[in-house]
């Protein structure tokens, strides 16, 4: 397995999902996301996008670096801890910020 393969993995079991579940997110076939994790093809920009979307860090993926594109430390503490969980407990914390904020729920 290469190391974007390995991020892929990574990303992918971080959130929680299986190889079938995550393929759907990015629009392949579960044969192309097996591909793509052992390193024999590389997707195109469409998946990547679709599974930015579906909350994967693209920037980690290409480059292996964590995105800190974020204003403070407490924001940063945040975003690190949300991408450590599994989808049912994001969408628990989701629903808590909505909660205590003013932003609309999904």
Do not use: W
Not at 36 to 52: F, H, V, W
């Amino acid at each position: 397995m290469d190391v974007f393969g390995e991020r892929l993995k990574s990303e992918r079991s971080r959130l929680g999902l299986n190889q079938a579940e995550f393929a759907a997110l990015g629009g392949v076939k579960q044969h192309a996301q097996f591909q793509y994790e052992k390193g024999m093809r590389r997707p195109n920009s469409d998946y990547l996008s679709a599974i930015t979307a579906a909350g994967v860090d693209a920037y980690y993926l290409l480059t292996g670096e964590k995105a800190s594109r974020l204003e403070n430390e407490d924001e940063q503490r945040v975003v690190a801890g949300l991408r450590e969980l599994d989808a049912g407990k994001r969408a628990a914390l989701l629903t808590l910020i909505e909660a205590f904020t003013d932003l609309p729920q999904q």
